[in-house]
């Protein structure tokens, strides 16, 4: 059963750019979530998102960034007109729903994004 | 949102038992307690989840008292490869609330 997976592991942009950041879940898992982490820092959450809806986008900024997550197909974290700010490691994390208790989260390796 | 608050950093020796405490006062009745191990340049990894007593899997110990306002993650006899930022994480199912990871404890093993 593959992990999660992200793509790509590493992205460059110029200011201005849009960032297109991929995220398949494991197999079986409806639930997908977003964060960013900047260097020396804690993970950050974004947004959490089932099969074509968004239940959570709290902690995403509201300009420039989107997520989806569609019916078929993996989930997208879009970054349009990059700054240097958006410099970060992305990390998607996907998890079954359980009938109780809190579910862990499967992370993916990451998509490293440098803003030049 | 309930919080959680971790040493920032710890230092251990190998083969040492390390424990890690994690304070969470404002804890909800319905909150599970889980920990996440990160290594550099990659995403956390689930170690292990409570909600009350003590649970040991083949990774790692947790014990949460009576009041369940803190918990701690015991490492035995810890190894280099330990060497990690340790997330404490508390919450529900339902919400936001368990998707806090805070800045974590940066444990160093030496050799």
């Known amino acids: 059963n593959a992990g999660v997976m992200q793509n790509p592991r590493h992205l460059v942009r110029r200011r201005g750019q849009e960032a297109r950041l991929r995220c398949s879940p494991m197999?079986?898992?409806?639930?997908v979530y977003w964060y960013r982490q900047l260097p020396e820092e804690g993970l950050k959450f974004m947004v959490y998102l089932q099969k074509e809806n968004i239940i959570d986008e709290s902690g995403m900024p509201k300009e420039r960034f989107s997520a989806e997550f569609p019916k078929e197909g993996p989930s997208i974290l879009r970054i349009q007109q990059v700054v240097r700010g958006d410099s970060a490691a992305y990390f998607c994390?996907?998890?079954?729903?359980?009938?109780?208790?809190?579910?862990?989260?499967?992370f993916g390796p990451g998509t490293r994004l440098t803003v030049t | 949102l309930a919080k959680t608050t971790q040493p920032i950093s710890m230092d251990s020796y190998e083969g040492q038992e390390v424990n890690i405490t994690c304070s969470h006062n404002?804890?909800?009745?319905?909150?599970?307690i889980t920990w996440y191990q990160q290594f550099p340049s990659q995403g956390p990894r689930f170690i292990i989840q409570?909600?009350?007593t003590k649970v040991t899997n083949e990774v790692a110990s947790l014990f949460i008292p009576a009041d369940r306002k803190s918990s701690t993650l015991s490492l035995p006899r810890v190894s280099l490869s330990d060497t990690a930022v340790y997330y404490c994480?508390?919450?529900?199912?339902?919400?936001?609330?368990?998707?806090?990871f805070g800045t974590g404890t940066r444990l160093t093993v030496i050799p």
């Open positions: 404002n804890i909800a009745t319905n909150d599970y």
């Open positions: 197999k079986g898992h409806s639930h």
């Open positions: 409570g909600y009350k």
């Open positions: 994390a996907s998890s079954p729903l359980r009938k109780a208790g809190l579910y862990e989260q499967y």
């Open positions: 994480l508390v919450g529900d199912q339902t919400g936001a609330n368990n998707l806090f």
